[in-house]
């Protein structure tokens, strides 16, 4: 049974590691393509992490040693365990535990606290200024992201076989027979809802005020080099590979059969969210942390709100 | 060493250091990173901070008062790191060799700080983008 866990837990970690890699490649590709560039080669991710893994790695002298070099392993060992259970709940719908949407939730919260306790850890005053940025971001895109998460939950309680459960499997299960809770009003507003809030926790424009090159020099990974500052972008790349699988277990029914039919269909249901993330990453500027708080606060979490009522009143 | 090397020569990220330059390279630098001439086809971004960086693109004369601070950087950039003297400013002092700010050319000031330090050159005022695309890969081909 354990190693059973183990092997799930290193196959999936490996899978999203070359997810992530491909998936920031495109990302980049598409970047460059819309801006009438070429672009870098497709190993560009794989070099640049092992171009970091050579480095030797500076430790500030104000810096709080131990938490600012543990931060990214626990933000890439937080991502990797989000992973393993999406990836167990797609494979193995039946075999459920009940609860393990909320463990997800909660483990891809973590990669954001650690930033924001390896940037404040790091005594720098630019990453203080991240930090800060980090944590109203934080505090804004999870209201949003939860609620959205209510909806496919409220589908599945009012069908009669699942009954009222917070497990993924039954969630992919339930989408299996009944229909991807896109296809409803109140699955398509908390699909919109939970993609903005994605694109905030993946720090990516119009939400990358955080980590803000032009302004902030680097904002909340300042001070980071060598093989933390690797591990930070895989963390990236990571949450870039788990963060689509999540939006399509939830709403677009994930791996339906485990079948090769199936897993074309979530290579389809993948690509199609990366690139809404990316064409929403590139036709959009970088809004202020005022912008972005009032923006997931006034307008997104109202929103996600009425897709949870809608979702109670059965549409 | 190979593996480290090899994504050295892919994935060279850049930081660029104004010592006391006349904004002419700098310009220059800025077209450099634009699409037009694309330099993330060889992997290179521009990065916020010298600590991500592997190379150091240093312009100006290194004036009195940036010479320590200019020390400051090429110790918080993470080795092993190239250092780009770009333009005749930053390789001997340029015009203004003989002024009264000028104290010493960048090569001087980072071999003092580091014996061991890899330092390339790219002449002109102010080089030309395709200048600056030449000189970093060939002091890349040659690590």
Request: glycine share 8%; proline share 6%.
């Amino acid at each position: 049974m354990v190693w059973h866990m183990i092997r799930v837990f290193l196959g999936a970690s490996v899978a999203t590691m070359v997810l992530g890699m491909v998936s920031s490649w495109v990302d980049r590709k598409v970047t460059a393509r819309v801006q009438y560039r070429v672009g870098p080669p497709l190993l560009q991710p794989l070099y640049d992490v092992l171009k970091l893994m050579g480095k030797e790695t500076l430790v500030p002298a104000r810096a709080q040693r131990r938490g600012f070099l543990l931060a990214p392993v626990v933000g890439l060992s937080a991502a990797a365990l989000a992973a393993t259970v999406l990836w167990a709940a797609n494979l193995w719908p039946r075999q459920e535990f009940v609860g393990d949407l909320i463990v997800v939730i909660y483990l891809l919260t973590i990669p954001a606290v650690a930033t924001i306790y390896g940037a404040s850890a790091s005594g720098s005053p630019h990453a203080a200024i991240g930090a800060s940025r980090e944590m109203k971001l934080l505090l804004s895109y999870e209201l949003p992201l939860i609620l959205s998460a209510l909806v496919p939950i409220l589908k599945v309680a009012r069908s009669p076989d699942f009954g009222a459960t917070f497990s993924l499997g039954s969630l992919v299960a339930f989408q299996q027979e009944a229909g991807w809770a896109l296809w409803s009003a109140s699955g398509a507003i908390a699909f919109v809802a939970a993609l903005l809030a994605v694109q905030a926790k993946l720090t990516l424009v119009p939400f990358d005020m955080p980590e803000a090159e032009t302004e902030l020099m680097g904002g909340v990974y300042v001070e980071y080099s060598g093989p933390p500052l690797a591990m930070i972008k895989l963390g990236r790349m990571f949450m870039l590979a788990v963060l689509p699988v999540y939006l399509a277990t939830l709403f677009l029914g994930g791996l339906g059969a485990a079948t090769w039919q199936g897993g074309l269909a979530l290579a389809g249901k993948y690509v199609a969210i990366l690139v809404l993330i990316v064409l929403i990453r590139n036709t959009n500027p970088r809004v202020r942390i005022d912008q972005a708080v009032r923006f997931f606060w006034f307008l997104v979490a109202p929103l996600a709100a009425a897709a949870v009522v809608l979702a109670a009143m059965g549409y | 060493m190979g593996l480290t090397m090899l994504g050295l020569k892919k994935s060279p990220w850049v930081y660029h250091v104004n010592v006391g330059a006349c904004n002419n390279c700098d310009i220059e630098i800025l077209e450099l990173l634009t699409p037009r001439y694309d330099v993330e086809r060889f992997g290179m971004v521009l990065v916020g901070s010298p600590r991500h960086a592997d190379a150091l693109l240093v312009t100006g004369i290194c004036t009195r008062q940036a010479e320590s601070r200019l020390v400051e950087v090429y110790e918080q950039t993470a080795k092993p790191c190239v250092v780009f003297c770009i333009g005749s400013c930053a390789m001997t002092g340029g015009i203004f060799r003989h002024a009264y700010h000028f104290s010493r050319p960048v090569e001087d000031v980072i071999r003092e700080a580091d014996p061991g330090a890899i330092i390339a050159h790219v002449p002109g005022c102010p080089p030309k983008p395709e200048a600056m695309i030449l000189g970093a890969v060939k002091a890349l081909a040659t690590l």
